[in-house]
């Protein structure tokens, strides 16, 4: 009985504790949303953020902080949100229009190389939904495999065992392709390593020094992949694959 009074005094802090935090975080999304409609654009971009420094992110969050800095002609901070938001929710049609909207206004206009045709497919196909998404299709055709496979083993009727065993690989293939595409779009957001040029222009240099030679010039807004580190710089790729150095202080990782 001692034991599960001193459990309960332990946990009940905690659950008051989280549900304090909770509320906080939605009186300051309200908050930033209030701001926002108001046209406190500049509040409501700290009221969003300081969200995020609590460590709630959500694609709704990063959406309206991209269209707060929209508003305050902030492109690169605006396209940077759009793309966190994007990259949690990628089947959002709302997200995807102001993206390429933001990517409008920016001045780099970089002509991508085109991805070969398999991997576009299969980005576009995986990109229809989220990985929770496609983690819950997988396991209801999951489910439904199991009870197909059920209805094989014990029903007397020809018929139905037939039916029962074919749509059970039909729906065990399928299970196998939405794992897939829920680990597609798992390792997008966890091993994530884009980013966006924050400062005006910045040149790219040959070599991690400041003394190398300029290679080119990029300006705010432009997406980067970034491919290894160097003390305080990166080597970092265009959509067009050119390759040079910058300092990380230059973009911000998506």
């Known amino acids: 009985m001692k034991r599960i009074v001193i459990i309960l005094f332990i946990i009940y802090p905690l659950a008051i504790f989280a549900k304090v935090a909770t509320q906080n975080v939605d009186s300051l999304f309200v908050a930033a949303n209030k701001f926002y409609s108001s046209g406190k654009y500049t509040e409501a971009v700290q009221h969003y953020e300081a969200i995020i420094a609590k460590g709630k992110v959500s694609p709704e969050l990063y959406f309206n902080l991209g269209n707060a800095y929209f508003k305050l002609n902030d492109m690169a901070h605006a396209i940077l949100n759009y793309e966190r938001a994007y990259l949690l929710n990628p089947s959002d049609d709302d997200i995807k ?101 924050t400062t005006s222009s910045v040149a790219v240099k040959s070599s991690p020094s400041d003394n190398s030679n300029d290679l080119f010039i990029l300006h705010a807004g432009t997406k980067v992949e970034t491919l290894r580190n160097v003390g305080d710089w990166c080597e970092i790729k265009i959509a067009d694959g050119s390759k040079g150095w910058l300092l990380k202080s230059n973009f911000e990782k998506i």
């Open 97 to 197: 229009f102001n993206l390429e909207l933001a990517r409008t206004y920016t001045t780099d206009k970089i002509e991508a190389i085109p991805d070969f045709f398999v991997t576009k497919w299969i980005n576009q196909l995986s990109n229809l939904f989220s990985s929770n998404t496609w983690a819950l299709l997988a396991l209801l055709s999951f489910i439904i495999t199991l009870v197909l496979l059920s209805l094989f083993q014990f029903s007397g009727r020809y018929q139905i065992k037939k039916n029962s065993f074919w749509f059970s690989w039909v729906l065990g293939a399928l299970f196998i392709v939405f794992i897939l595409f829920s680990n597609v779009q798992k390792n997008r957001v966890v091993n994530s390593n884009h980013a966006i040029i």
